[in-house]
């Protein structure tokens, strides 16, 4: 290999994003000592209207990790139920019967959670983080990915060879262009509006949220706002815009009537960014030398906030089946397709549940003619508590949740 001074560099592994999934995969594989750089396009992790939530699952994991301790410090709200208003049917979901030490889910800024396990990796002598350096394409000889050109902080691009890549660069992923793997889709009848408003002591903690008038509002507490989610159609963004920033106040105030005095502060639509919803999976997930986890292998909606915790439970599986391999300096595609195996149901039932809601619940709410009535699904889970109890423990722990590997406890 060259010297590093020509810009061609080695590692064990190179993680293309440092987001839950690259860097939690980054922190498992240097304690299994591994040698391994996550690069991360942004200098830092402040960046806003980021998913928020973590689950159960993922709580449970931190205590294995030895950061449970470091995790319950960082500000935080805990939300021990999920309450939701469907034209008027109210539906609670408890999570306090929850199983295990942690019956909440946390609301944490990502970027608290993502500083947290950088400095956790960080103390490992085997992992570095490449902060403001991008991913550009990867690299190959023949069929093998081989590693990744990037361009560094300095601006100048370099090439990083490793025997294995893994693409956790979200659902926007470079790498995934580049290798031209395409995602089936599933489509979303919604786009999301994110934007912030005040929150006093007096007014709701955690989270809630509200369905009618043709709209969804979910309500994240953070302390002294809400970041709030205003779902509308699909493709409505512009059309919606267009009609001034009166009609957003209408709007959210006909799901939310308590908030009036406040969504004054919404002065324009400088402060209203669009998420495009997605929902999609990649077929395969791997090729030689090359493996995408989280976002990039399955794009997720923003429906039951589990997305953070389903890229972090990928990574956890990821770094079980791969660390003993990468330690040897080979990865065989058969090890990459465990992988997949491991995760792909999952990552299957957890889609399906956000379809089911998307199609029964979120299309019907936010249809031109939405009805009066709640969808039936809506009225049976707000009688059957079993339901609830049910929902509460797939949103918070969710299917085959991954526990810390031996090689990663303290
Ligand atoms: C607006 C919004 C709200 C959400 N709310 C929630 C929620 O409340 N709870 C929840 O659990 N999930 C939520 N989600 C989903 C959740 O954020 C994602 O599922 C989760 O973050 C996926 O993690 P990831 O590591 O796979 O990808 P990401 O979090 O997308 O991280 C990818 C990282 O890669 C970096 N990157 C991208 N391209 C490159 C490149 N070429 N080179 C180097 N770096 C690159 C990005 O800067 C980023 O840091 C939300 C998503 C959005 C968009």
């Known amino acids: 290999m060259q010297s590093a001074d020509e810009g061609v560099h080695a590692t064990g592994c190179v993680i293309a994003g440092g987001g839950p999934a690259g860097m939690m995969l980054g922190l498992l594989l240097a304690r299994a000592g591994v040698r391994v750089t996550v690069m991360e396009k942004h200098a830092d992790f402040l960046r806003d209207f980021r998913g928020d939530t973590v689950h159960a699952s993922t709580l449970r994991l931190l205590d294995e990790l030895g950061l449970g301790e470091r995790f319950a410090a960082l500000p935080q709200r805990r939300i021990e139920s999920l309450r939701l208003a469907v034209q008027g049917v109210p539906v609670d979901i408890d999570l306090r019967r929850l199983p295990g030490a942690h019956k909440h889910i946390a609301l944490v800024p990502q970027w608290d959670f993502l500083e947290l396990l950088a400095q956790a990796a960080e103390q490992e002598p085997t992992f570095t983080l490449l902060r403001n350096s991008e991913v550009l394409e990867a690299l190959r000889t023949g069929s093998t990915v081989t590693g990744v050109r990037y361009r560094g902080a300095d601006g100048v691009t370099r090439e990083m060879y490793a025997p294995l890549t893994v693409a956790c660069d979200g659902r926007g992923s470079t790498l995934r262009t580049s290798m031209a793997f395409v995602p089936k889709s599933f489509g979303a009848p919604m786009d999301v509006w994110w934007f912030r408003v005040p929150r006093t002591e007096v007014d709701p903690a955690g989270l809630a949220g509200a369905m009618g008038a043709g709209h969804v509002v979910a309500m994240i507490d953070r302390g002294d706002y809400y970041q709030c989610a205003f779902v509308i159609p699909k493709g409505s963004d512009q059309r919606l815009r267009s009609e001034g920033i009166g009609s957003l106040h209408r709007r959210v105030t006909a799901v939310v009537p308590w908030v009036a005095d406040r969504i004054g502060s919404v002065t324009s639509f400088d402060d209203v960014k669009l998420l495009d919803v997605q929902l999609n999976r990649l077929p395969r997930w791997y090729t030689e030398g090359l493996l995408f986890i989280g976002d990039a292998a399955h794009a997720m909606s923003p ?69 009066a009535e709640a969808p039936a699904a809506v009225r049976l889970v707000s009688r059957v508590p079993l339901l609830r109890r049910i929902i509460g423990y797939g949103v918070a722990i969710g299917p085959l949740p991954e526990h810390a590997p031996s090689f990663a406890r303290p």
């Not at 972090?312 to 195996?341: F, K, S």
């Not at 549940?353 to 979120?362: E, G, L, P, S």
Request: hydrophobic share 50%; net charge positive; aromatic share 2%.
């Open 303 to 371: 429906v039951g906030g589990v997305g953070i915790n389903l890229a972090v439970a990928d990574a956890v599986a990821a770094a079980r089946l791969l660390a003993g391999p990468l330690r040897a300096g080979a990865v065989t595609t058969r090890q990459l397709r465990r992988v997949q195996i491991r995760r792909w149901l999952p990552t299957v039932l957890v889609q399906g549940a956000q379809k089911t809601v998307h199609d029964r619940v979120i299309a019907v709410a936010v249809s031109e003619d939405s009805p």
